[in-house]
């Protein structure tokens, strides 16, 4: 069986093989897509992973698959894409395809296209999402509108007024800080491709509540960690590699107490 609130040392597939079905309320992961860096020459399959992550969710859970994709002799990869048919053909519902934006993009060269400046974000769902916590905003024009409705013979105003909500949902496009001011742990940038933590701390509130529990099948420097942990969330994560895995140790034992999450292999 296994151990909550533990990084293990080992591919997400044998951490998965430990949980009985059903059992992640949600997990919040962005995978070592195409290459991009070289996470220590670690590969994963994608249809194993999405199948694998499928019988561990609850009915209900969410993935949060967080992705890009790569410029290949000029053309982009769509491995994002790629992903979400694989996660379809899992079993899952594409609920979502959110963006996560950066508000200080890596500098590059790009040739002839605009700066790569964002990421998908997915949410994929086992049945319809069961627990969903918005986040809000305040609108500004708080006064009452015309409520009216579009009929063959032109605008038909209603009877009664609206008063306009004073908050409404985000919109699906979320703007982070990435690189040294996404998270004060400086340990933590000893990892190539760390979450900024606002996302998610974002997700993780959006998509449980406390006592849930929260899977990151790369868990990479820990990030997902330590904020399912600081929203009172439980939490398993998957690290293939043991220097990521000291890392993510390392940077935890500053918020959680030791014994709580070493890691196992
Ligand atoms: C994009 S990074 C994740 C970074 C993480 N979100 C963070 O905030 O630090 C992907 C991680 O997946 C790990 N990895 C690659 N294949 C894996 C596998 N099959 N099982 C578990 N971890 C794996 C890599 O070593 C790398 O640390």
Not at 39 to 48: A, I, L, S
Not at 63 to 73: A, L, N, P, Q
Not at 136 to 163: W, Y
Not at 197 to 207: G, M, R, Y
Request: hydrophobic share 35%; with cysteine; net charge neutral.
């Amino acid at each position: 069986m296994i151990e909550l609130n533990r990084v293990y040392n080992e591919n997400c597939i044998e951490t998965m093989a430990r949980m009985p079905e059903d059992f992640v309320d949600m997990t919040v992961t962005s995978p070592p897509y195409d290459d991009l860096r070289d996470y220590n020459g670690y590969h994963f399959p994608v249809e194993d992973i999405a199948a694998g992550l499928f019988r561990v969710t609850k009915p209900g859970g969410v993935v949060i698959w967080v992705v890009g994709d790569r410029t290949v002799k000029g053309s982009e990869s769509l491995s994002s894409f790629e992903h979400a048919f694989r996660f379809r053909e899992a079993g899952f519902r594409v609920h979502d395809t959110m963006i996560y934006a950066k508000n200080n993009p890596i500098p590059s060269d790009c040739g002839k296209r605009y700066r790569q400046c964002f990421e998908y974000m997915f949410c994929f769902s086992k049945g319809q999402p069961k627990t969903f916590n918005p986040i809000t905003q305040k609108i500004k024009q708080e006064k009452a509108f015309k409520s009216f409705r579009i009929t063959k013979v032109g605008r038909n105003d209603l009877a009664h007024d609206h008063i306009a909500p004073k908050e409404r949902k985000l919109n699906n496009i979320f703007f982070y800080n990435v690189g040294t001011s996404s998270s004060k742990d400086k340990v933590a940038f000893d990892h190539p491709a760390i979450f900024p933590e606002k996302l998610v701390e974002d997700q993780i509130h959006t998509w449980t509540d406390e006592g849930d529990l929260v899977y990151d099948c790369f868990m990479g420097s820990g990030t997902t960690a330590k904020i399912a942990h600081l929203q009172k969330r439980r939490w398993i994560g998957s690290e293939i590699s043991e220097e990521y895995v000291k890392i993510a140790t390392e940077r935890l034992s500053q918020y959680i107490d030791a014994h709580n999450f070493s890691a196992a292999r």
